[in-house]
């Protein structure tokens, strides 16, 4: 459910997400997620993109989640995760597609997405946030309960389930076509 804090512009996100929350999102907007995020990376989701070759079942329900594209340290006594800090998501783009056709509307990561996945996006009504590089530590924070769901042999790139509060992030690829780096490139051209 996503809800607008109009104090600082911030839209406030509750996972699952579905259609009518995707829809309000727009490039360039602040959000904060609470709920569930499920973390997986380049050799969970070749494991993923193999099931379903098989006609397997995924590991989890994609429908309405977000994949955080994450390999989180271990984690230091007291804490529930160590850092957790993006990875660039274009080492995933040759799988997105076949998880956004199963539900699946949102990511997190660094970095830009092919044309076939912002494609993808648009037509599915996902929608790609940017995490804060560089930011694991604080990131962490956000993270109040974290436990494996599968693929544990794969270790920090095991598929994880995160209880999240207020997980902090930034709409790059929305499903209207907007691209928040496209913009910004484009000020600065103009500037």
Known sequence: MAKQDEDRGVVRLSTPLNDEDVLALRAGQPVVISGVLYTARDAAHKRMAEALEKGEDLPFDLRGQIIYYVGPTPAPPGRVIGAAGPTTAGRMD?????????????????????????????????????????????????????DLVTYEDLGTEAIRRLEVEDFPAIVINDCHGGDAYEDARARWRKA
């Open 94 to 146: 040759r799988y997105t597609p076949a998880l956004l056709e199963r539900g699946l509307k949102g990511m997190i990561g660094k970095g830009s997405r092919s044309d076939a996945v912002k494609k993808s996006i648009q037509q599915h009504r996902a929608a790609y946030f940017g995490g804060l590089g560089g930011a694991g530590a604080l990131l962490a924070r956000s993270i109040r309960a974290v």
